[in-house]
Structures are given as C-alpha cells and as structure tokens.
C-alpha cells in the first residue's frame, strides 16, 4: 500500500526557509514522477514543483530560483527547500506521486493534477 507523509511546516518570518521532507511507502520514489503541491486559502491547490523518474525537475514561475525538489533514493523520501518565503507562500503544502511516463512529469504544474497518491498535507504560514 502506498503512504505518503509529508513533515516539516511551520509558521516563518518573510525571507525565512524551511524544507519539507515526505517519506514515502509502499513504492519507490524514484520510479515515479513526483510533485509538490500547495492550496492556499481559498485558491485551487496547483502543483509547484516536480521530479520526474529520471531526476528532472521542474517549476512554476512564482517559486523558481527560490524551491528546489529533490529526493533521497536511500530513504525513500523527496523534499522542498524553500528559501526567501514570502507571505504569499502561505498554504498546505501536499506532495504527490503519479506513474505519468518519463519526460511528462512537468504537466502537472499550475493546475490541481489528479494525481495517483497524495499525502495529507503540511502547512506553512509565512507572516511579515
């Protein structure tokens, strides 16, 4: 069976950091294309960041230069560093996995991709 959990939200001051870890189960995250997702208030939850099974990422413009996705083959876990938050980063944070073929990992940007497996979420507060 296939677990994903996420960890690592807090509440940061603007240009604060944090990384979200989420340890996967049941699967090995290296095979699948996986995603970081995040639903603010009142928004639509929209994939930010995402790694496809051969290790190449991608992201959406309002969090490019600032996360970074990557994944620990050994532990079976993926991250999200997120350095200079802003306010506007404020959101639960959910990452996903999905068996999309390699090289069609980047679809699941800037919209709500019905992934295959989802986590329940972390969430991250940055106040100013």
């Known amino acids: 069976q296939v677990q994903l959990v996420e960890s690592g939200g807090n509440s940061v001051l603007n240009g604060g950091s944090l990384r979200l870890s989420c340890a996967a189960s049941g699967y090995s995250v290296s095979s699948y294309c996986m995603g970081w997702f995040r639903q603010a208030p009142g928004a639509e939850r929209e994939g930010i960041a995402a790694i496809d099974a051969d290790g190449t990422t991608n992201y959406t413009d309002p969090v490019k230069g600032r996360f970074t996705i990557s994944r620990d083959n050994a532990k079976n876990t993926l991250y999200l560093q997120m350095n200079s938050l802003k306010p506007e980063d404020t959101a639960m944070y959910y990452c996903?996995?999905?068996?999309?073929?390699?090289?069609?990992?980047?679809?699941?940007?800037?919209?709500?991709?019905?992934?295959?497996?989802w986590g329940k979420g972390t969430r991250v507060a940055v106040s100013s």
């Open positions: 996903a996995a999905d068996r999309l073929a390699a090289g069609y990992c980047g679809l699941v940007l800037g919209k709500n991709y019905a992934m295959d497996y």
